[in-house]
């Protein structure tokens, strides 16, 4: 069985950096693609950014782009998103998912574990 373990959500204040980090057991994680979304209270699921299984793709959303990194460490099963610069429109969960399906997926749909998710409030 697959389990992502979300880690290093909490309050910060504008500006700040803050950065997530998520532990996969129970499968082949170098055969995964993952990703970070986020879901603001009574907003939809959004992908913030998605690293290939080898790690040479990625992809961010715009709302993120120049502000955002993910990487991945195959050794050692995990994922992490660093966030910088954060606005107050950054606050909401943060999920991780992996994908063993897509290079390079962007619809929720199309991920297959998924992780319990991680609070960020970021105050003005």
């Known amino acids: 069985q697959v389990e992502l373990v979300e880690s290093g959500g909490g309050s910060v204040q504008t500006g700040d950096s803050l950065k997530l980090s998520c532990t996969v057991s129970?499968?082949?994680?170098?055969?995964?693609?993952m990703a970070w979304f986020r879901q603001p209270l009574g907003k939809e699921r959004e992908l913030v950014a998605v690293?290939?299984?080898?790690?040479?793709?990625?992809d961010f959303a715009a709302s993120v782009k120049g502000r955002a990194n993910i990487s991945r460490n195959n050794f050692d099963g995990t994922v992490r998103l660093q966030m910088d610069h954060l606005k107050p429109e950054d606050t909401a969960i943060y999920y991780c998912?992996?994908?063993?399906?897509?290079?390079?997926?962007?619809?929720?749909?199309?991920?297959?574990?998924w992780g319990q998710g991680t609070q960020v409030t970021v105050s003005s």
């Open positions: 690293i290939s299984d080898g790690g040479k793709g990625t």
């Open positions: 129970g499968g082949t994680f170098s055969n995964y693609a």
């Open positions: 998912a992996a994908s063993f399906r897509y290079y390079l997926p962007k619809l929720w749909t199309s991920f297959d574990y």
